[in-house]
């Protein structure tokens, strides 16, 4: 069950959490502002209310989870995101990081591997706000050809390795933010395009994301 009241105690909470990130290093007014908007409570599960803003990853069904909003916001932060920009995100997930994209006015186009995640949350409470989320059932690995290519990619899982595919969809003087895999831990990479196809590479701290796995599931 879902709870899609946004009330006065939320907004409250919201702003502790948005304060909490400035507290982590988070200077992006932009991202800060859409952490403020958004009510990350309908994103997860009436069980969830109280804690909603803890600054914690959740379980949303499928084994997957709703990232941390450090995760989320730190992520944002590297992409330097601008109106218009086209985005693709891989790893839909609840759609929470896809919904912080388009408060910031990119195109966003999500892809999701897991079917079940993929039919219930293509329908959440806020697609009518936000036209400018594009949902496809597919692998990331993949991406999307079709609308390539993007300014900016965003990786929500563990990768095991930069995939090929994405850096051919990435724009020229875009930015791939990707958290690949170290063993036990992902370092957060910045890769961004150079006109001659080679990637610059930029490595900022260790986070733990579900794994980035391969082909559809569903
Ligand atoms: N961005 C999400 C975080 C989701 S966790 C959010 O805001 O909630 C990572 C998600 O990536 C999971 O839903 C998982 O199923 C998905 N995933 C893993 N490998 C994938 C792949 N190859 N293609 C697309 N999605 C993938």
Do not use: C, W
């Amino acid at each position: 069950m879902r709870q899609y009241d946004d009330n006065y105690r939320h907004k409250g909470l919201r702003m502790q959490l948005v304060k909490l990130l400035r507290e982590k290093g988070i200077t992006d007014e932009d991202v800060l502002k859409a952490i403020e908007q958004i009510p990350r409570h309908f994103f997860l599960d009436s069980a969830f209310d109280k804690i909603a803003y803890e600054d914690r990853a959740f379980p949303i069904g499928e084994g997957q989870t709703i990232s941390q909003p450090y995760t989320v916001a730190y992520q944002t932060q590297l992409l330097q995101i601008k109106r218009n920009e086209k985005v693709l995100e891989i790893g839909t997930g609840s759609v929470y990081q896809a919904t912080i994209l388009a408060e910031m006015g990119a195109r966003v186009f999500t892809i999701e591997r897991q079917k079940k995640l993929y039919e219930l949350n293509k329908n959440f409470i806020l697609r009518n706000r936000y036209p400018n989320i594009k949902f496809f059932y597919g692998d990331g690995f993949e991406g999307l050809p079709t609308y390539a290519p993007f300014d900016k990619i965003l990786i929500t899982a563990a990768a095991p390795f930069i995939p090929p595919k994405l850096v051919q969809q990435l724009k020229t003087g875009g930015y791939m933010v990707i958290p690949v895999d170290e063993g036990s831990a992902q370092r957060m990479l910045r890769l961004t395009k150079m006109p001659t196809g080679e990637l610059h590479e930029e490595a900022f701290d260790q986070f733990s994301f579900v794994p980035m796995l391969g082909g559809k599931n569903g």
